[in-house]
Every structure is written in structure tokens, then in C-alpha cells.
């Protein structure tokens, strides 16, 4: 079956996409990427304390930007390097009035499906204090040792998690909310695991899945080398 389109209908729709590829065009040339590398910088030391540097940032298309050999570091925390760290911003959420974050974390900048953390953050304004904040992500290989190298010598990670904050005006280490987190870990080695004796333990898991039903997420201390 073939449809066939009266003359003017085929004009309406050609500059209707001509319009609309404009307007993508025009946000996308104009956009204020360097306020969103600050803002997110800023949101990230404000919410958890996590101080990011990065050897280079770019911007991507459409709306989106790109660091570099990042380094994630908190007083209480060993640094966690990241190959790349890329943020994509949904363009019919901030023509909408929200905002909407594709986020994808890689150990490796080179890695397929390997080492990838990937989440999509959607909140109701630009103003992350002010109205509901929703996360939903999933964890695929990731390389416990480069995360927590101090306790864990060996081990792979995967998950999937859902939380939803009223907003992210945080009380001091705390960030309060409702979700569900799925881990699942394999080929597990634990090892210096203090004892009240002063003897270290070490232990080995084929496997451990856990499931955590959230009502806030603590930032809870990683301990430093």
C-alpha cells in the first residue's frame, strides 16, 4: 500500500522538519556549555562531597559533554579514576521546562560493555533543590579492585537501581529518597577485613546478590589507603 501526500502537505512537513532542525541547530550552537561543566562540578561536590578533575572537557553533540581521565576523590574515599565521563542533556526536557540527564561513567574510555555505570537522571527545573529528582541506572562489569582497591583484590560487579528524591537538598552526608538497588557480585575476594582481635580476615564468594529497598542513601565512609 502506498500513501500518497497532496502537494501542500508535503511543503508543510518539509519546513516543519526544516524548522524544527533550526531550532536543534540554534540550541545546540548557542548552549551554555561551560556553565553546565560548572553547574555539574558544583552539583557533584555540593550533593557528595565528590571533588571531579579531569585532564579535558569538550562538548558533544547535540547538547552534551565529555571529560577525560577523571579522578573522583572525597577526604574519606580512595580516588576512583574513569576513563570517560560523558553527560547528554534530554532537549525536549529542557524545552519542557525540566531537565533530563543521560549519564554513562567507563573505567576504560575504550571499553564496549565492559566497566560501563549508565543512568538517566530527570528532574522537574534546572534547580536540582527545588522538586522531585528521579535516577535510574544500571551497573555492567565493573571492576570492583579499581573502585575499592584496599578491601577487594578481586571481583566483578553488576546492578540495576531506581531512586527517586524529593529533591537534592541534602542534609550532611545523607541523601534521602526511596528506591531499590540489585547487586550482584562474582568471583569475590574480600581481603583486611579488621577483626576485634586485631587479625584480618579474608574471604572468597562465588557469588553474592544483594537487593536493598532504600529510603536515603547514606555517603558512606570508603575507606583510604
Known amino acids: 500500500m502506498t500513501i500518497t501526500w497532496p502537494g501542500s502537505w508535503k511543503a508543510i512537513l ?3 522538519a526544516v524548522g524544527l532542525g533550526a531550532v536543534v541547530t540554534g540550541i545546540a550552537a548557542t548552549f551554555p556549555y561551560d556553565a553546565l561543566h560548572a553547574r555539574a562540578m558544583s552539583e557533584l561536590n555540593r550533593t557528595a562531597g565528590v571533588d571531579v578533575r579531569a585532564t579535558n572537557w569538550t562538548s558533544t553533540w547535540p547538547l552534551g559533554l565529555a571529560w577525560r581521565n577523571v579522578t573522583l576523590t572525597r577526604p574519606d574515599w580512595d580516588p576512583i ?7 547528554k ?10 531537565l533530563g540527564l543521560d549519564v554513562d561513567a567507563r573505567l576504560d574510555e575504550n571499553g564496549s560493555n565492559t566497566g ?14 527545588n522538586g522531585s529528582v528521579s535516577l535510574k541506572g544500571r551497573l555492567r562489569q565493573i571492576d570492583l579492585p579499581k573502585i575499592v582497591h584496599r578491601y ?18 541534602t542534609m550532611p552526608g545523607t541523601l534521602k529518597g526511596e528506591g531499590t538497588w540489585n547487586a550482584d557480585a562474582m568471583d569475590l575476594a574480600i581481603d583486611h577485613i579488621p577483626l576485634m582481635n586485631g587479625r584480618m580476615l579474608s574471604l572468597v564468594l562465588d557469588r553474592k546478590s544483594t ?15
Do not use: C, K, Y
Open 14 to 16: 518539509i519546513w516543519t
Open 116 to 129: 560501563l555505570a549508565q543512568a538517566t537522571l530527570t528532574a522537574s527545573s534546572w534547580s536540582l533543590t
Open 81 to 87: 579514576q574513569l576513563g570517560l565521563l560523558h553527560v
Open 152 to 169: 577487594v583484590s578481586r571481583g566483578v560487579l553488576n546492578g540495576e537501581f531506581v531512586h527517586r528524591f524529593d529533591s537534592l537538598q
Open 89 to 98: 542533556v534530554g532537549l525536549l526536557t529542557i524545552l519542557t521546562g525540566g
Open 211 to 225: 537487593r536493598l529497598n532504600s529510603s536515603h542513601i547514606p555517603l558512606s565512609r570508603m575507606p583510604s589507603s
